[in-house]
T-cell receptor, first 114, second 114 residues
Framework: AQSVSQHNHHVILSEAASLELGCNYS??????LFWYVQYPGQHLQLLLK??????LVKGIKGFEAEFIKSKFSFNLRKPSVQWSDTAEYFC????????????FGAGTRLTVKP | DAEITQSPRHKITETGRQVTLACHQT?????MFWYRQDLGHGLRLIHY???????NKGEVSDGYSVSRSNTEDLPLTLESAASSQTSVYFC?????????????FGPGTRLTVL
């Protein structure tokens, strides 16, 4: 079955460490890609999105993601995490020819130690 | 400011009862969605609607129904609640005119079925 995979279920980092969260998808063709963040007790918020153009996408709060088509990947990065980045991060894909049917990965829980 | 609200925020019910979760958005978006969030599964699409009188089944639609009588509301009904439907439910909306199809999420409803 086609899917969205987030390989890290729980990542623990110290403040100022660099972050990279993996996301791979198995859909061929043109896809729309998203990263959402869910802070404790809050609803999902959009971090960044990619649909075409520059494969390096800048988002809010210093996050960025790189779309590598040949690897079917859309990894999320941040050079220096803060305690306030503690949250759950979800990668999501809108497959080709299926507008608005967004498929989510299982999520990665990030804990940043002060 | 435009927003998307859900009610109730928390609900406890018994097996076999009918339950309706409300979703109201003031974005004037045509597209609305219901997801459930379970540990290890991320978000899974239950039902979605592209406009008034339009409803479609998502990945995990069994036991759920929706109706769309106006643009602002998409209530989700559990016809006969089961313990397997204990979950956190998120409503979302998007504007089909926006190429990136960004979905905006509500705060969620935590449903417990005893």
């Amino acid at each position: 079955a086609q899917s969205v995979s987030q390989h890290n279920h729980h990542v623990i980092l110290s403040e100022a460490a660099s972050l990279e969260l993996g996301c791979n998808y198995s859909y061929g063709g043109t896809v729309n890609l998203f990263w959402y963040v869910q802070y404790p007790g809050q609803h999902l918020q959009l971090l960044l999105k990619y649909f075409s153009g520059d494969p390096l996408v800048k988002g809010i709060k210093g996050f960025e993601a790189e779309f590598i088509k040949s690897k079917f990947s859309f990894n999320l990065r941040k050079p220096s995490v803060q305690w306030s980045d503690t949250a759950e991060y979800f990668c999501a894909v809108i497959p080709p020819l299926n507008n608005n049917d967004m498929r989510f990965g299982a999520g990665t829980r990030l804990t940043v130690k002060p | 400011d435009a927003e998307i609200t859900q009610s109730p925020r928390h609900k406890i019910t018994e097996t076999g009862r009918q339950v309706t979760l409300a979703c109201h958005q003031t974005w004037n978006h045509n597209n609305m969605f219901w997801y459930r969030q379970d540990l290890g599964h991320g978000l899974r699409l239950i039902h979605y609607s592209y406009g008034v009188q339009d409803t479609n089944k998502g990945e995990v639609s069994d036991g759920y129904s929706v109706s769309r009588s106006n643009t602002e509301d998409l209530p989700l009904t559990l016809e006969s609640a089961a313990s397997s439907q204990t979950s956190v439910y998120f409503c979302a909306s998007s504007d089909p005119g926006v190429p990136t199809d960004t979905q905006y999420f509500g705060p969620g409803t935590r449903l417990t079925v005893l």
